[in-house]
């Protein structure tokens, strides 16, 4: 493809983007993405559906030459990927280069609750979230006590790391994959040694953390209680993690009760 023909299709999505704005909807997002600028305001469903034309027709070379001008246009890389079909390594040295964007909670969700590759080939997505760790054991190169062996990306773009990241999305990234793939039989131990393990960021990461731990309870309420009570969780988590249990997944009342409980024991 020429230069002209990327200009062409960004032209394309920049008008799909404007034929899809939602006013009230671009206020809503301003008002809960503190500090992002550049917002169109363009909902999810029909983001979500751009996103699909682009990954049906060639989505690595769309990524190669995709804007950053709009909050939207990076939420739309992060579909693509979601949607994205491949071979495994391509997509994640592709999502090597997407992950450093994350800058809010809106681009991580969508791009982390979009990335079906995950429950494809869990063993090996989980050693690629584990690096966005950092400087703990649960990341394999940290444990060999030297750089990640990280592929480059396609067409010689460089990758990013971790180290490009604030805490509080490389650890949110984190916590939110967890949460949408990693909640099962074979992974719940490790999850909630992760969450207990990825305390020190921001709001957003101790939001993520929150969001892991009351899927972890939805899911398998006696081991979350049971791991909770022995570990060292900070009591702002807990109490986030509560507030989604009862008006996010809606539990009973007892079994709110019951997490409060806990809560008080700390």
Aim: glycine fraction near 6%.
């Amino acid at each position: 493809m020429e230069s002209s023909s990327f200009e062409d299709v960004n032209r394309l999505v920049r008008s799909e983007l404007y034929e899809h704005m939602d006013p009230e909807f671009g206020k809503y997002l301003a008002m809960n993405l503190p500090g992002c600028g550049n917002i169109i305001g363009v909902r999810l469903d029909d983001l979500k559906e751009i996103a699909r034309q682009i990954a049906d027709i060639n989505w690595k070379e769309y990524l190669k030459h995709a804007p950053d001008d709009t909050l939207e246009d990076v939420v739309i890389q992060g579909l693509v990927l979601g949607f994205a079909q491949g071979k495994l390594e391509e997509i994640l040295a592709y999502a090597d280069e997407f992950v450093p964007k994350i800058d809010n909670w809106w681009v991580c969700d969508s791009f982390c609750s979009t990335f079906v590759a995950a429950s494809m080939y869990p063993e090996i997505v989980w050693e690629f979230i584990m690096k966005y760790m950092g400087d703990s054991e649960l990341n394999p190169a940290w444990r060999k006590k030297e750089e990640a062996e990280i592929p480059e990306g396609q067409g010689g773009i460089t990758v990013g790391t971790w180290q490009d990241m604030s805490d509080d999305f490389r650890l949110r990234f984190v916590a939110i994959m967890l949460k949408c793939y990693f909640v099962n039989d074979k992974y719940i131990d490790k999850c909630l040694y992760a969450f207990e393990h990825m305390q020190d960021g921001g709001y957003y990461a101790k939001d993520g953390v929150a969001f892991g731990l009351a899927e972890s309870y939805f899911v398998f309420p006696d081991k979350t209680i049971e791991y909770i009570k022995g570990a060292q969780f900070d009591r702002q988590i807990l109490e986030m993690t509560k507030n989604k249990i009862e008006k996010i997944y809606r539990l009973p009342e007892a079994d709110v009760n019951r997490f409060a409980e806990v809560i008080n024991e700390y």
